[in-house]
């Protein structure tokens, strides 16, 4: 066969090859995305997308369902969410879900009768050795009956199921990550509002009981000034003393280590100043310890703009001193506050 009369053949050929992996193209890169992708012929393809998704511009876009205003797929008192796919609807802060619908809080009748009260309030502090068992109660009374319900730690986080009326919080083995501060909650039903009963559970606090701490014991406890140092008093100690540099180094390293080794520490993650036996109760501007020695100036790192003794919440002024556990700067403060606190512990003999 002449050449001329082959080129028919191979043009033929040739074209028959491109559709074949033109075709095969297509859908390779997967145009559809979260969609199927169908060949039609050499030129075209189709997706077929999932439910919640659209054909559009060659792939699956999402369907926006809250977009139609004037057919809302979520009903009143409620705000549309859109998600890939999907959508949800959540009640407007003035409402509440009742089962059915969102209904604007204190529309019925009844939300008003009584709010919710505590018939057996839990106590406010509970002391827990670690392998001990926790058990809460929690009563409320109310028209209609309030749920109760608990929650852990700053954040709140909801702990368990909710209950009508009453509910009991119970930890059969007590660990680490237990000790916290807790709250029975009680909950109108259709107001939304709530009343709260605070608990903090911690462990028995022994402050120079670790052996890596090299001058000072942290009480991971809310006390003001004066109960901090008979706190420390009453252990044989006093509250923790800086009069160098290097205390107020070792200050911050054993504040450091005590947080994260004491199962109480973590109670007090957003809480920085502690209280230290420092003072200027004899003497206006004249720092002492509690043990009657003058402060060194250069031992001293104030945070700027202090010491002011303030005199706004008292006529005392500002005549404590704590000390913030991470700068290690120091505060002229009023005694009233209440703060976790170092105690001074006793020198460790060299070599032991």
């Not at 009453?166 to 083995?173: E, G």
């Not at 200050?251 to 109480?264: G, I």
Request: with cysteine.
């Amino acid at each position: 066969m002449k050449l001329a009369q082959l080129l028919p053949v191979l043009f033929m050929l040739f074209l028959t090859d491109s559709l074949a992996q033109t075709v095969g193209d297509l859908c390779k890169d997967k145009p559809c995305g979260v969609g199927e992708c169908k060949d039609i012929n050499s030129e075209k393809y189709r997706c077929l997308c999932p439910l919640g998704y659209r054909e559009a511009n060659g792939t699956c876009l999402d369907v926006d369902e809250c977009a139609n205003k004037r057919k809302p797929v979520c009903g009143p008192g409620s705000r549309c969410n859109n998600l890939p796919g999907t959508f949800n609807c959540t009640c407007f802060k003035s409402h509440y879900w009742d089962g059915v619908a969102c209904t604007r809080k204190g529309q019925l009748k009844e939300c008003s009768r009584e709010f919710p009260k505590f018939v057996i309030k839990p106590d406010p502090t509970v002391n827990i050795e670690l392998g001990d068992e926790l058990k809460l109660t929690c009563m409320g009374a109310g028209t209609p009956a309030p749920n109760v319900y608990w929650t852990k730690g700053p954040n709140r986080v909801r702990m368990g199921p909710m209950s009508v009326t009453s509910s009991i919080f119970y930890l059969p083995n007590v660990t680490k990550k237990d000790i916290d501060v807790y709250e029975c909650v009680l909950e109108d039903c259709c107001s939304g509002r709530v009343a709260r009963a605070k608990v903090d559970v911690s462990v028995p606090s022994e402050p120079c009981s670790d052996p890596k701490l090299q001058m000072f014991g942290m009480v991971w406890q809310y006390k003001s000034w004066d109960d901090a140092l008979k706190f420390c008093q009453g252990k044989g100690l006093t509250l923790g003393i800086i009069t160098t540099k290097e205390d107020r180094k070792i200050m911050r390293e054993d504040a450091w280590r005590s947080y994260l080794v004491d199962p109480n520490g973590k109670k007090f993650a957003n809480d920085y100043w502690m209280w230290i036996g420092v003072s200027d109760r004899g003497e206006e501007g004249v720092f002492r310890t509690t043990d009657g020695d003058m402060v060194d100036p250069a031992a001293v790192k104030w945070m700027p703009g202090v010491p002011d003794n303030w005199l706004n919440l008292s006529e005392e002024g500002q005549d404590v001193v704590a000390i913030h556990r991470l700068s290690a700067d120091w505060d002229d403060s009023y005694d009233f506050h209440l703060r976790p606190f170092a105690c001074q512990c006793p020198v460790k003999e060299s070599g032991l």
